[in-house]
């Protein structure tokens, strides 16, 4: 079973977002801030990563930038979600690496396509 | 009357011009050598000199020369024998002659005449050197008035003043209030030396009670009190100290005001007595400070309010940002759980239960389309909006949108077709940017066409003379030159009424409010396309007629002709 790491300080959203993905049969793991999902994400590994940006202590660009510039875990697909906000736009400037970027409020059903894509053309 | 110099070793000589001064009653002085001439006239005025021609222990040329450049004006007579020999050079440096052969009164009157020519050499040396004297005030006063233009600082206008005075009147000490920094008055010292403590404290009593004067029956301007006015001092010469004889020097004084402005007052002290020019100068820099500290004074004033109104604007930009941000996170679970309620994964969903589940869902994406307008809209207006500028293919962005809007179509039984000109130039442009315009422009047109009826998107190479300009836009599109790629949406929906075409494309109106609420939208959305549209130096406008459609077009310059992306982006800014 591919496993996903969810990582979003909304608390909503995660638990929507997981019991989507758990229906297409993908093991769901969940963080709540930015420093526990950056602990899972080298703990287990995951095949994907869902990353929202703005979050407490380490926001999701940083987390982004320190997965993929580690050769252990640079291969595994990000996807950012972002709200588009001014507090953002500051973070950016250095690259994140991030696979892809979903704007809130985002399509459920979109962003199971995108995880798909992403991990069908993983496994092939 | 006057002061006579005789010099010469003969003492027949001697004894008759002694005879001839104390009958005539002159001042006189015989000297015979270089010694006691030359201490006599360190301290003695003298009027006319008579040099004896055969006088041997004195060079009479260099003693003259030296005579007149000490003291100025004075008059030389070379007393001559008849069998002597004059040197040239000698008789060029001397006013006069006397022989041995005049009678007294040839000779007094030789003197006389003289002695009036000294007197008048004088006067006219004295107008000169008050005529340079008011050159050169005149010309600092001409300077002062070059500065006082030059600038709006409140502080160095102070400075020009006391430079200005200074320079004219050689002031000892000025005391000035001024009322145009930080917004507290301050008492300014300019002094030639050093003051005490006591002394410092005793000007600035007097400097309150002259400024105090000034309002005797009226309401003082700037209530000011020596405990706590503020003292800054400059010092020239701080190696002497002033004492309180300040006090005893001449002085003038003088309010620093135009009209009904107040700006402050000076007060200047100086050893010697003033003149009369002096207080007109004194008079005339003080007055002429007036009119650019009170410039200075409304400069300042629309600086702060410019400051406060960009402080405002950015308060609101931020505002929106951050508003429309927290709104987008609770956007998002609601999303997901109709999304998930919709998708039949929680059970099967009664037919009223999948109507106000839609209906839900129809809300939801009407609010962040709003959410999205305005957050463009804000960006666009402070600059921020990035494009992504690279030479594209306009069948591609219209190809897009008319797929995107297939099954919108269908719902609506609207056939939804494109007219594309074959082999189109590419244009220079964010291809995102002109979709969302060309999405923007169908989905009003979806909105406002009724079921059954046709929208065409239509594309075109163009030049410029050859659009078709209505008369609501002629002057807008009369700036076009060259040739432009042209995208159409024409629908025939119910028409926009004339008078209000133009208004289409401006912020927050609504054309017939009421038919809008019906369709929904903020107004945004046209006035975005417009400001996405004219950053790519292009133009978009409309036709209409009443109850038989719209038309939307906007004209993008094809390639060669568009100016590269960092110009655009720096013009939006």
């Known amino acids: 079973m591919k496993k996903i790491l969810i990582v979003d300080d909304e608390q909503d959203i995660v638990e929507s977002l997981k019991f989507v993905l758990e229906n297409y049969n993908y093991a769901c793991y969940c963080a709540y801030n930015g420093e526990d999902g950056l602990k899972l994400a080298r703990e287990i590994s995951p095949d994907l990563i869902i990353l929202d940006v703005m979050m407490p202590r380490i926001n999701g660009y940083k987390i982004s930038r320190l997965l993929k510039f580690d050769t252990k875990y640079k291969n595994i697909p990000i996807l950012m979600v972002t709200a588009r906000s001014q507090e953002e736009d500051k973070l950016i400037g250095e690259e994140t690496g991030a696979d892809e970027y979903i704007t809130k409020p985002f399509d459920l059903d979109e962003v199971v396509k995108t995880v798909q894509k992403y991990l069908a053309a993983e496994s092939n | ?573």
Request: aromatic share 8%.
């Open chain 2, 1 to 573: 009357m006057g002061n006579i110099l005789l010099i010469t070793e003969n003492d027949l000589i001697h004894s008759r011009y002694k005879k001839l001064f104390e009958v005539y009653e002159y001042h006189y002085k015989v000297c015979s050598d270089t010694v006691s001439l030359y201490d006599f006239l360190e301290n003695a005025a003298v009027d006319v000199i008579i040099v004896d021609n055969s006088i041997t222990s004195i060079n009479s040329v260099l003693t003259i020369k030296k005579i007149k450049n000490k003291i100025e004006n004075v008059q030389i007579l070379l007393l001559m024998d008849e069998e002597n020999q004059c040197d040239i050079e000698l008789s060029r440096l001397c006013n006069g002659f006397i022989s041995g052969a005049f009678s007294d009164e040839l000779i007094i009157s030789v003197i006389n005449s003289h002695i009036k020519n000294k007197e008048k050499s004088d006067i006219i040396t004295e107008k000169n050197k008050e005529l340079a004297d008011s050159l050169y005030k005149l010309n600092v006063l001409y300077n002062t008035s070059s500065q006082f233009a030059g600038t709006l600082d409140v502080k160095k206008l102070i400075n020009y003043m006391l430079e200005g005075l200074d320079k004219s009147l050689s002031y000892d000490l000025t005391c000035t209030i001024s009322f145009g920094f930080e917004n507290e008055p301050v008492l300014i010292i300019n002094s030639l030396y050093d003051i005490s403590e006591e002394l410092a404290n005793a000007l600035k009593l007097r400097s309150v009670l002259n400024y105090k004067s000034l309002f005797k029956d009226g309401d003082i301007p700037f209530e000011i009190d020596d405990k706590n006015l503020k003292v800054v001092k400059y010092i020239k010469n701080p190696m002497n100290k002033f004492t309180f004889d300040i006090f005893e020097y001449d002085n003038m004084f003088a309010p620093i005001d135009l009209g009904d402005n107040f700006f402050g007052c000076i007060e200047i002290f100086k050893e010697k007595s003033f003149t009369t020019d002096d207080a007109s100068y004194f008079q005339t820099i003080v007055q002429q400070v007036s009119l650019p500290l009170k410039s200075a004074g409304l400069y300042n004033e629309i600086i702060s309010k410019n400051e406060k109104l960009e402080k405002l604007e950015r308060v609101k930009s931020d505002f929106i940002s951050i508003v429309s941000h927290e709104l987008r996170t609770p956007l998002t679970p609601i999303k997901n759980a109709l999304s998930i309620l919709s998708s039949g994964r929680c059970g099967d969903l009664t037919e009223n239960a999948v109507k106000f589940v839609n209906m839900a869902k129809r809300n939801v994406e009407n609010l962040t389309n709003i959410i999205n307008d305005i957050l463009d809209i804000n960006k666009i207006e402070a600059g921020k909006m990035d494009f992504k500028y690279k030479p594209m293919d306009m069948h591609s962005v219209i190809e897009t949108v008319r797929a995107n809007f297939d099954c919108v179509a269908k719902e609506h039984n609207i056939i939804l077709t494109t007219q594309e000109q074959a082999q189109l130039p590419e244009v220079y442009a964010d291809s995102q940017r002109l979709g969302q315009v060309l999405t923007n422009l169908v989905s009003n047109a979806i909105k406002f066409t009724p079921n059954g009826k046709n929208i065409t998107i239509k594309s075109e190479l163009k030049n410029a003379a050859d659009i078709d300009k209505n008369p609501y836009f002629r002057d807008y599109l009369d700036t076009l030159n060259g040739n432009y790629v042209v995208v159409s949406v024409i629908d025939e929906g119910i028409g926009i009424k004339e008078e209000n075409l133009l208004k289409a494309f401006d912020k927050f109106t609504q054309i017939e409010s009421s038919l809008y609420r019906k369709v929904g939208g903020t107004g945004l959305g046209l006035p975005i396309a417009k400001q996405l549209i004219e950053a790519h130096n292009g133009k978009i406008w409309c036709d209409s007629e009443e109850n038989k459609g719209s038309s939307f077009h906007f004209a993008i310059p094809v390639s060669s002709e568009s100016v590269s992306g960092k110009t655009i982006q720096k013009e939006l800014l």
